[in-house]
């Protein structure tokens, strides 16, 4: 059975930082993408950062040079450094894992920016 279980989710101030962990079991973590999405109240679901099998990242122009997105593969972890957190980054984060035609998600956490 694959869990995705996502946690590091607060209440924290403007400019401060979170690390979200995602920890996988029942997949081959290392042969799988990884990401993370997140989704505001009224809003749709977006990518804010992606991590490859190979390790080539990428990132949604809203979090480029705050967020870093990173993996352990040996602990199977999936991580997202977020730096100056901002009010609009407040939403609920979801770490997937995609290997086609596969898609796994986990269940969310709640980050919410507000002084």
């Known amino acids: 059975q694959v869990q995705l279980v996502e946690s590091g989710g607060n209440l924290v101030q403007p400019g401060e930082s979170l690390r979200l962990s995602c920890a996988a079991s029942g997949i081959i973590f290392r042969l799988y993408d990884m990401g993370w999405y997140r989704q505001a109240p009224g809003k749709q679901r977006e990518l804010v950062a992606a991590?490859?099998?190979?390790?080539?990242?990428n990132y949604a122009d809203s979090v480029k040079g705050r967020f870093t997105i990173s993996r352990d593969d040996p602990r199977n972890t999936l991580y997202l450094r977020m730096n100056g957190l901002k009010s609009e980054d407040t939403a609920v984060y979801y770490c997937?894992?995609?290997?086609?035609?596969?898609?796994?998600w986990g269940q969310g956490t709640q980050v919410t920016v507000s002084s």
């Open positions: 991590i490859s099998s190979g390790r080539t990242t």
């Open positions: 997937y894992a995609r290997n086609i035609p596969y898609t796994y």
